[in-house]
Protein backbone atom coordinates (compact mmCIF):
# COMPACT_ATOMS: atom_id res chain seq x y z
CA UNK A 1 0.00 0.00 0.00
CA UNK A 2 1.07 3.72 -0.81
CA UNK A 3 1.65 5.93 1.60
CA UNK A 4 -1.35 8.51 1.43
CA UNK A 5 1.49 11.35 3.09
CA UNK A 6 3.77 10.98 0.10
CA UNK A 7 0.69 11.13 -2.22
CA UNK A 8 -0.70 14.50 -0.54
CA UNK A 9 2.62 15.60 -1.70
CA UNK A 10 3.60 13.94 -4.36
CA UNK A 11 0.61 13.40 -6.47
CA UNK A 12 2.07 13.66 -10.15
CA UNK A 13 4.62 11.52 -8.64
CA UNK A 14 2.03 9.17 -8.37
CA UNK A 15 0.20 9.85 -11.77
CA UNK A 16 3.44 8.56 -13.43
CA UNK A 17 4.08 5.80 -11.39
CA UNK A 18 0.36 4.75 -12.54
CA UNK A 19 0.70 5.98 -16.19
CA UNK A 20 3.91 3.90 -16.25
CA UNK A 21 1.93 1.07 -15.49
CA UNK A 22 -0.58 1.49 -18.15
CA UNK A 23 -3.00 2.97 -15.33
CA UNK A 24 -5.11 6.08 -15.02
CA UNK A 25 -4.28 8.41 -12.66
CA UNK A 26 -6.26 8.70 -9.36
CA UNK A 27 -3.92 11.37 -7.31
CA UNK A 28 -7.16 13.86 -8.09
CA UNK A 29 -9.89 10.99 -6.75
CA UNK A 30 -7.93 10.52 -3.53
CA UNK A 31 -6.87 13.61 -2.47
CA UNK A 32 -10.73 14.68 -3.12
CA UNK A 33 -11.89 12.03 -0.59
CA UNK A 34 -8.63 12.69 1.50
CA UNK A 35 -9.57 16.95 1.74
CA UNK A 36 -13.52 15.54 2.46
CA UNK A 37 -12.57 13.58 5.31
CA UNK A 38 -10.33 16.30 6.84
CA UNK A 39 -12.42 18.72 6.62
CA UNK A 40 -15.31 16.63 8.56
CA UNK A 41 -12.29 15.59 11.10
CA UNK A 42 -11.85 19.37 11.70
CA UNK A 43 -15.74 19.87 12.08
CA UNK A 44 -15.78 17.23 14.33
CA UNK A 45 -13.05 18.47 16.24
CA UNK A 46 -14.92 21.87 16.49
CA UNK A 47 -18.15 20.57 17.72
CA UNK A 48 -16.02 18.70 20.01
CA UNK A 49 -14.04 21.59 21.70
CA UNK A 50 -17.90 23.17 21.82
CA UNK A 51 -19.61 20.03 23.47
CA UNK A 52 -17.09 20.33 26.17
CA UNK A 53 -17.12 24.19 26.90
CA UNK A 54 -21.55 23.80 26.45
CA UNK A 55 -21.45 20.71 29.04
CA UNK A 56 -18.95 22.79 31.23
CA UNK A 57 -21.34 25.93 31.04
CA UNK A 58 -24.56 23.31 31.64
CA UNK A 59 -22.66 22.65 35.22
CA UNK A 60 -22.26 26.11 36.50
CA UNK A 61 -25.58 27.20 35.28
CA UNK A 62 -27.46 24.35 37.47
CA UNK A 63 -25.40 25.20 39.89
CA UNK A 64 -25.99 28.84 40.27
CA UNK A 65 -29.88 27.79 39.90
CA UNK A 66 -29.78 29.15 36.09
CA UNK A 67 -32.26 27.85 33.42
CA UNK A 68 -29.42 25.62 31.14
CA UNK A 69 -32.52 23.78 28.65
CA UNK A 70 -30.86 26.48 25.58
CA UNK A 71 -27.45 24.90 26.60
CA UNK A 72 -28.75 21.20 26.33
CA UNK A 73 -30.62 21.42 23.50
CA UNK A 74 -27.22 22.45 22.07
CA UNK A 75 -25.70 19.76 22.95
CA UNK A 76 -28.25 17.67 21.88
CA UNK A 77 -28.12 18.97 18.35
CA UNK A 78 -24.03 18.46 18.50
CA UNK A 79 -24.43 15.23 19.61
CA UNK A 80 -26.25 14.17 16.32
CA UNK A 81 -23.96 16.39 14.13
CA UNK A 82 -20.75 14.77 15.63
CA UNK A 83 -22.48 11.20 15.42
CA UNK A 84 -23.47 11.74 11.54
CA UNK A 85 -19.68 13.06 10.88
CA UNK A 86 -18.14 10.14 12.43
CA UNK A 87 -19.94 8.16 10.08
CA UNK A 88 -19.46 10.39 7.28
CA UNK A 89 -15.40 10.54 8.29
CA UNK A 90 -15.74 6.42 9.09
CA UNK A 91 -17.47 5.83 5.25
CA UNK A 92 -14.61 8.30 3.93
CA UNK A 93 -12.14 6.15 5.38
CA UNK A 94 -13.38 3.37 4.31
CA UNK A 95 -13.38 4.45 0.12
CA UNK A 96 -9.80 5.94 0.56
CA UNK A 97 -8.32 2.28 2.41
CA UNK A 98 -10.32 0.47 -0.78
CA UNK A 99 -8.32 2.94 -3.34
CA UNK A 100 -5.13 2.63 -1.63
CA UNK A 101 -5.67 -1.78 -1.17
CA UNK A 102 -6.23 -1.28 -5.24
CA UNK A 103 -3.24 0.26 -6.21
CA UNK A 104 -0.51 -1.44 -7.27
CA UNK A 105 3.17 -0.79 -6.18
CA UNK A 106 4.89 2.32 -8.19
CA UNK A 107 8.13 0.89 -10.73
CA UNK A 108 11.38 1.89 -9.43
CA UNK A 109 12.89 4.55 -11.58
CA UNK A 110 15.46 1.89 -13.56
CA UNK A 111 12.58 -0.47 -14.55
CA UNK A 112 12.34 -0.14 -18.17
CA UNK A 113 8.78 1.05 -19.71
CA UNK A 114 6.84 -1.18 -21.96
CA UNK A 115 3.08 -2.74 -21.70
CA UNK A 116 4.04 -5.85 -21.25
CA UNK A 117 6.90 -9.25 -21.06
CA UNK A 118 8.05 -7.68 -24.99
CA UNK A 119 9.63 -5.10 -23.28
CA UNK A 120 11.42 -6.65 -21.36
CA UNK A 121 15.23 -6.04 -21.00
CA UNK A 122 17.65 -8.93 -20.53
CA UNK A 123 20.78 -8.36 -18.32
CA UNK A 124 22.52 -11.46 -18.79
CA UNK A 125 22.91 -15.36 -20.17
CA UNK A 126 24.75 -17.84 -18.29
CA UNK A 127 25.65 -21.18 -19.84
CA UNK A 128 25.39 -22.58 -23.51
CA UNK A 129 21.63 -24.50 -24.18
CA UNK A 130 22.61 -28.05 -25.07
CA UNK A 131 22.54 -29.04 -28.80
CA UNK A 132 21.63 -32.27 -29.80
CA UNK A 133 22.36 -34.77 -32.46
CA UNK A 134 18.93 -36.39 -32.24
CA UNK A 135 15.48 -34.73 -31.79
CA UNK A 136 15.11 -33.81 -28.72
CA UNK A 137 12.11 -34.53 -26.52
CA UNK A 138 10.26 -32.43 -24.42
CA UNK A 139 9.45 -33.29 -20.12
CA UNK A 140 5.97 -34.75 -20.63
CA UNK A 141 7.70 -37.35 -23.47
CA UNK A 142 10.64 -37.83 -21.32
CA UNK A 143 8.99 -38.40 -18.35
CA UNK A 144 6.45 -40.63 -20.08
CA UNK A 145 8.90 -42.97 -21.46
CA UNK A 146 10.78 -43.49 -18.67
CA UNK A 147 7.08 -44.62 -16.67
CA UNK A 148 7.67 -42.22 -14.06
CA UNK A 149 5.16 -38.98 -14.89
CA UNK A 150 1.55 -40.10 -14.95
CA UNK A 151 -0.91 -37.65 -16.27
CA UNK A 152 -3.43 -39.75 -16.63
CA UNK A 153 -3.77 -40.82 -13.15
CA UNK A 154 -3.42 -37.52 -11.81
CA UNK A 155 -6.80 -36.69 -13.97
CA UNK A 156 -8.61 -39.63 -12.39
CA UNK A 157 -7.49 -38.15 -8.78
CA UNK A 158 -7.96 -34.12 -9.94
CA UNK A 159 -8.50 -33.35 -13.05
CA UNK A 160 -6.42 -31.05 -15.46
CA UNK A 161 -3.26 -29.68 -14.19
CA UNK A 162 -2.36 -32.13 -11.57
CA UNK A 163 0.63 -34.90 -12.07
CA UNK A 164 1.95 -38.22 -10.47
CA UNK A 165 5.85 -38.57 -10.36
CA UNK A 166 6.37 -42.01 -9.35
CA UNK A 167 9.79 -43.95 -8.57
CA UNK A 168 13.28 -42.14 -9.60
CA UNK A 169 11.44 -39.01 -10.54
CA UNK A 170 9.69 -38.60 -7.52
CA UNK A 171 12.97 -39.26 -5.66
CA UNK A 172 14.59 -36.50 -8.13
CA UNK A 173 11.49 -33.59 -7.23
CA UNK A 174 12.34 -34.49 -3.41
CA UNK A 175 16.11 -34.42 -4.29
CA UNK A 176 16.09 -30.91 -6.21
CA UNK A 177 14.06 -29.00 -2.80
CA UNK A 178 16.41 -30.47 -0.48
CA UNK A 179 19.71 -29.51 -2.55
CA UNK A 180 18.29 -26.19 -2.63
CA UNK A 181 17.27 -25.39 1.13
CA UNK A 182 20.61 -27.08 2.21
CA UNK A 183 22.33 -24.46 -0.63
CA UNK A 184 20.28 -21.44 1.13
CA UNK A 185 20.50 -22.40 4.60
CA UNK A 186 24.27 -23.30 4.30
CA UNK A 187 25.88 -20.94 2.06
CA UNK A 188 23.30 -17.84 2.13
CA UNK A 189 22.11 -17.46 5.27
CA UNK A 190 18.77 -18.36 5.13
CA UNK A 191 16.88 -19.58 8.08
CA UNK A 192 14.66 -22.53 7.30
CA UNK A 193 10.70 -22.10 8.35
CA UNK A 194 7.98 -24.99 7.56
CA UNK A 195 5.26 -22.71 7.74
CA UNK A 196 1.26 -23.35 7.79
CA UNK A 197 -0.54 -23.85 4.36
CA UNK A 198 -3.47 -22.44 5.37
CA UNK A 199 -4.00 -18.61 5.79
CA UNK A 200 -6.37 -16.28 6.87
CA UNK A 201 -7.59 -13.34 4.85
CA UNK A 202 -5.51 -10.72 6.74
CA UNK A 203 -2.20 -12.83 5.54
CA UNK A 204 -2.98 -12.68 1.83
CA UNK A 205 -4.06 -8.70 2.40
CA UNK A 206 -0.39 -8.05 3.86
CA UNK A 207 1.36 -9.43 0.58
CA UNK A 208 -1.40 -8.15 -1.41
CA UNK A 209 -3.06 -10.70 -3.13
CA UNK A 210 -6.29 -9.50 -1.61
CA UNK A 211 -8.37 -7.95 -2.45
CA UNK A 212 -8.04 -8.08 -6.24
CA UNK A 213 -6.72 -11.54 -6.66
CA UNK A 214 -9.26 -14.11 -5.20
CA UNK A 215 -10.24 -15.59 -8.27
CA UNK A 216 -6.56 -16.61 -8.48
CA UNK A 217 -6.72 -18.62 -5.11
CA UNK A 218 -8.07 -21.77 -3.57
CA UNK A 219 -10.99 -20.76 -0.23
CA UNK A 220 -12.28 -23.69 2.24
CA UNK A 221 -15.19 -23.51 3.78
CA UNK A 222 -13.09 -22.98 6.85
CA UNK A 223 -12.58 -19.03 5.54
CA UNK A 224 -8.59 -20.12 5.28
CA UNK A 225 -7.36 -20.22 1.89
CA UNK A 226 -4.51 -22.30 0.48
CA UNK A 227 -1.35 -20.49 -0.06
CA UNK A 228 -0.70 -19.58 -3.65
CA UNK A 229 3.69 -19.30 -2.52
CA UNK A 230 5.86 -19.33 0.70
CA UNK A 231 5.54 -15.70 0.48
CA UNK A 232 2.62 -14.86 2.10
CA UNK A 233 3.23 -17.08 5.39
CA UNK A 234 6.96 -15.70 5.47
CA UNK A 235 6.57 -12.17 4.90
CA UNK A 236 3.88 -12.13 7.57
CA UNK A 237 5.83 -13.59 10.42
CA UNK A 238 6.85 -10.20 10.60
CA UNK A 239 3.01 -8.23 10.39
CA UNK A 240 2.33 -5.70 13.70
CA UNK A 241 5.67 -6.40 14.64
CA UNK A 242 8.07 -3.75 15.96
CA UNK A 243 11.37 -5.15 14.98
CA UNK A 244 14.83 -3.83 16.50
CA UNK A 245 17.33 -3.25 14.10
CA UNK A 246 19.80 -5.06 15.55
CA UNK A 247 17.44 -8.19 14.02
CA UNK A 248 17.82 -6.88 10.64
CA UNK A 249 17.97 -8.50 8.08
CA UNK A 250 16.02 -11.03 8.72
CA UNK A 251 15.97 -14.05 5.95
CA UNK A 252 13.88 -16.96 5.66
CA UNK A 253 13.17 -19.94 2.99
CA UNK A 254 10.77 -22.72 2.86
CA UNK A 255 9.89 -25.51 0.91
CA UNK A 256 5.68 -25.98 0.81
CA UNK A 257 3.45 -26.65 -2.04
CA UNK A 258 1.55 -24.04 -4.05
CA UNK A 259 -2.05 -23.88 -4.85
CA UNK A 260 -3.26 -21.61 -7.75
CA UNK A 261 -6.51 -21.58 -9.39
CA UNK A 262 -4.78 -20.14 -12.85
CA UNK A 263 -7.75 -18.09 -13.52
CA UNK A 264 -6.06 -15.60 -15.30
CA UNK A 265 -3.87 -18.75 -17.05
CA UNK A 266 -6.89 -20.29 -18.98
CA UNK A 267 -5.57 -21.82 -22.29
CA UNK A 268 -1.62 -21.40 -21.43
CA UNK A 269 0.81 -23.48 -21.15
CA UNK A 270 -1.73 -26.46 -20.69
CA UNK A 271 0.65 -29.50 -21.66
CA UNK A 272 2.67 -30.58 -18.94
CA UNK A 273 4.33 -29.46 -15.83
CA UNK A 274 4.79 -26.01 -16.70
CA UNK A 275 1.76 -24.11 -15.00
CA UNK A 276 -0.25 -26.44 -12.39
CA UNK A 277 -2.53 -26.05 -9.97
CA UNK A 278 -0.70 -27.61 -7.00
CA UNK A 279 3.31 -27.85 -7.14
CA UNK A 280 5.86 -27.18 -4.59
CA UNK A 281 8.82 -24.28 -4.75
CA UNK A 282 11.40 -23.29 -2.64
CA UNK A 283 10.49 -19.71 -1.35
CA UNK A 284 13.02 -16.82 -0.39
CA UNK A 285 12.16 -14.18 1.68
CA UNK A 286 14.02 -10.80 3.02
CA UNK A 287 13.13 -8.56 5.54
CA UNK A 288 15.74 -5.43 5.53
CA UNK A 289 16.47 -2.24 6.14
CA UNK A 290 15.14 0.55 3.41
CA UNK A 291 18.17 1.65 2.65
CA UNK A 292 19.71 -2.21 1.66
CA UNK A 293 16.60 -3.38 -0.27
CA UNK A 294 18.43 -2.77 -3.52
CA UNK A 295 21.86 -4.35 -2.36
CA UNK A 296 19.49 -7.45 -1.31
CA UNK A 297 18.04 -7.71 -4.36
CA UNK A 298 20.94 -8.31 -6.52
CA UNK A 299 21.95 -10.68 -3.46
CA UNK A 300 18.53 -12.41 -3.32
CA UNK A 301 18.82 -13.18 -7.41
CA UNK A 302 22.04 -14.45 -7.01
CA UNK A 303 21.08 -17.21 -4.76
CA UNK A 304 18.62 -18.07 -6.92
CA UNK A 305 21.11 -18.13 -9.76
CA UNK A 306 23.41 -20.38 -7.81
CA UNK A 307 20.89 -23.14 -8.08
CA UNK A 308 20.83 -23.11 -11.96
CA UNK A 309 24.66 -22.68 -12.12
CA UNK A 310 25.33 -25.72 -9.67
CA UNK A 311 23.21 -28.19 -11.45
CA UNK A 312 24.95 -26.50 -15.17
CA UNK A 313 21.40 -25.25 -16.47
CA UNK A 314 21.07 -22.78 -18.82
CA UNK A 315 19.90 -19.69 -17.87
CA UNK A 316 19.17 -15.51 -18.76
CA UNK A 317 18.22 -12.95 -16.45
CA UNK A 318 16.03 -10.18 -17.30
CA UNK A 319 14.36 -7.11 -15.79
CA UNK A 320 10.75 -7.08 -16.00
CA UNK A 321 8.81 -4.13 -17.56
CA UNK A 322 6.12 -1.78 -15.61
CA UNK A 323 3.14 -3.58 -17.61
CA UNK A 324 4.54 -6.91 -16.44
CA UNK A 325 5.86 -6.40 -12.66
CA UNK A 326 3.75 -8.07 -10.16
CA UNK A 327 0.88 -5.89 -7.98
CA UNK A 328 3.19 -5.42 -4.91
CA UNK A 329 6.76 -4.88 -6.91
CA UNK A 330 8.80 -2.10 -7.71
CA UNK A 331 11.03 -3.99 -9.56
CA UNK A 332 11.46 -7.96 -10.45
CA UNK A 333 14.57 -10.10 -11.85
CA UNK A 334 12.84 -13.01 -13.64
CA UNK A 335 15.46 -16.01 -14.08
CA UNK A 336 14.29 -17.89 -16.96
CA UNK A 337 15.94 -21.56 -17.27
CA UNK A 338 16.96 -23.16 -21.17
CA UNK A 339 13.99 -25.75 -21.60
CA UNK A 340 14.88 -27.21 -24.88
CA UNK A 341 11.22 -28.91 -25.13
CA UNK A 342 10.38 -25.17 -25.91
CA UNK A 343 13.16 -24.41 -27.68
CA UNK A 344 13.06 -20.99 -25.44
CA UNK A 345 13.64 -19.69 -22.30
CA UNK A 346 11.05 -20.04 -19.51
CA UNK A 347 10.81 -18.54 -16.12
CA UNK A 348 12.06 -20.55 -13.42
CA UNK A 349 12.26 -17.49 -10.45
CA UNK A 350 11.00 -14.40 -10.07
CA UNK A 351 12.81 -12.15 -7.61
CA UNK A 352 11.36 -8.88 -6.22
CA UNK A 353 11.70 -5.89 -3.93
CA UNK A 354 8.36 -4.49 -2.74
CA UNK A 355 9.75 -1.72 -0.93
CA UNK A 356 7.67 -0.40 1.64
CA UNK A 357 4.47 -1.57 -0.22
CA UNK A 358 3.99 -5.18 1.94
CA UNK A 359 5.62 -3.42 5.43
CA UNK A 360 2.67 -0.90 5.09
CA UNK A 361 -0.27 -3.47 4.61
CA UNK A 362 0.84 -6.04 7.54
CA UNK A 363 2.27 -2.39 9.88
CA UNK A 364 5.53 -3.81 9.95
CA UNK A 365 8.25 -1.46 10.99
CA UNK A 366 11.48 -1.16 12.73
CA UNK A 367 13.44 1.15 15.55
CA UNK A 368 16.21 2.67 13.57
CA UNK A 369 19.67 3.70 15.90
CA UNK A 370 20.09 7.30 14.86
CA UNK A 371 16.93 8.69 15.26
CA UNK A 372 13.34 8.49 17.03
CA UNK A 373 10.36 6.71 15.75
CA UNK A 374 9.76 4.03 13.62
CA UNK A 375 9.89 3.20 10.29
CA UNK A 376 8.64 0.74 8.00
CA UNK A 377 10.53 -2.71 7.09
CA UNK A 378 11.28 -3.40 3.46
CA UNK A 379 10.60 -7.00 1.74
CA UNK A 380 11.67 -8.93 -0.89
CA UNK A 381 10.68 -12.70 -2.11
CA UNK A 382 12.00 -14.35 -5.07
CA UNK A 383 11.77 -18.16 -5.97
CA UNK A 384 14.51 -20.20 -5.25
CA UNK A 385 13.60 -21.96 -7.60
CA UNK A 386 10.18 -23.75 -8.20
CA UNK A 387 10.64 -27.43 -7.92
CA UNK A 388 8.72 -28.53 -10.78
CA UNK A 389 10.07 -26.30 -13.45
CA UNK A 390 13.56 -27.22 -12.10
CA UNK A 391 12.77 -30.84 -12.43
CA UNK A 392 11.83 -29.87 -15.73
CA UNK A 393 14.72 -28.30 -16.85
CA UNK A 394 16.85 -31.03 -15.73
CA UNK A 395 15.29 -33.56 -17.69
CA UNK A 396 15.38 -31.79 -20.68
CA UNK A 397 18.98 -30.77 -20.79
CA UNK A 398 20.15 -33.88 -19.41
CA UNK A 399 18.63 -35.82 -21.99
CA UNK A 400 19.84 -38.63 -24.22
CA UNK A 401 19.49 -40.47 -26.97
CA UNK A 402 18.34 -43.65 -25.65
CA UNK A 403 15.45 -41.81 -23.00
CA UNK A 404 17.69 -41.85 -20.35
CA UNK A 405 18.57 -38.29 -18.68
CA UNK A 406 22.50 -37.58 -17.26
CA UNK A 407 22.12 -36.31 -13.54
CA UNK A 408 23.62 -32.88 -12.76
CA UNK A 409 26.83 -33.80 -10.33
CA UNK A 410 25.69 -31.60 -7.94
CA UNK A 411 22.17 -33.53 -7.41
CA UNK A 412 24.30 -36.80 -7.12
CA UNK A 413 24.91 -36.96 -3.59
CA UNK A 414 21.07 -36.74 -2.75
CA UNK A 415 19.95 -39.06 -5.26
CA UNK A 416 22.19 -42.32 -3.38
CA UNK A 417 24.98 -41.52 -6.15
CA UNK A 418 22.77 -42.05 -9.22
CA UNK A 419 24.00 -40.77 -12.10
CA UNK A 420 21.67 -41.73 -15.25
CA UNK A 421 17.91 -42.19 -15.15
CA UNK A 422 16.44 -45.02 -17.06
CA UNK A 423 13.35 -46.78 -17.47
CA UNK A 424 12.92 -49.29 -14.72
CA UNK A 425 10.07 -51.36 -15.76
Known amino acids: MLDLRWIRENPGGLDRGLERRGLEPLSAEILALDSDRRARQTELQGHQTRRNEASREIGTAKKAGRDASTLIDEVGTIKVRMQALEDECANLETRIDARLMDMP ?23 EPPVFDFEGRDHVEIGEALG ?37 TGEFGYTEVSPPYLVRDSALYGTGQLPKFGEDLFRTT ?28 LRFTALTPCFRSEAGAAGRDTRGMLRQHQFQKVELVSIVRPENSAEELERMTGAAEEVLKRLDIPYRVVVLSTGDMGFAAEKTYDIEAWLPGQDAYREISS ?18 DDRKGTEFVH ?3 GSGVAVGRLLIAVLENGQQEDGSVVMPEAIRPYLGGLDVICRTR
Not at 105 to 127: M, Q, T
Not at 170 to 178: G, H, V, Y
Not at 230 to 240: C, D, K, M, S
Open 148 to 184: MMDFAAASKLSGARFVVLNDVLARLERALASFMLDLH
Open 105 to 127: NLPAEDVPDGADESANVEIRRVG
Open 351 to 368: CSNCGAFQARRMRARFRP
Open 222 to 249: TDHWLIPTAEVPLTNLVAGDILDVADLP
Open 379 to 381: TLN
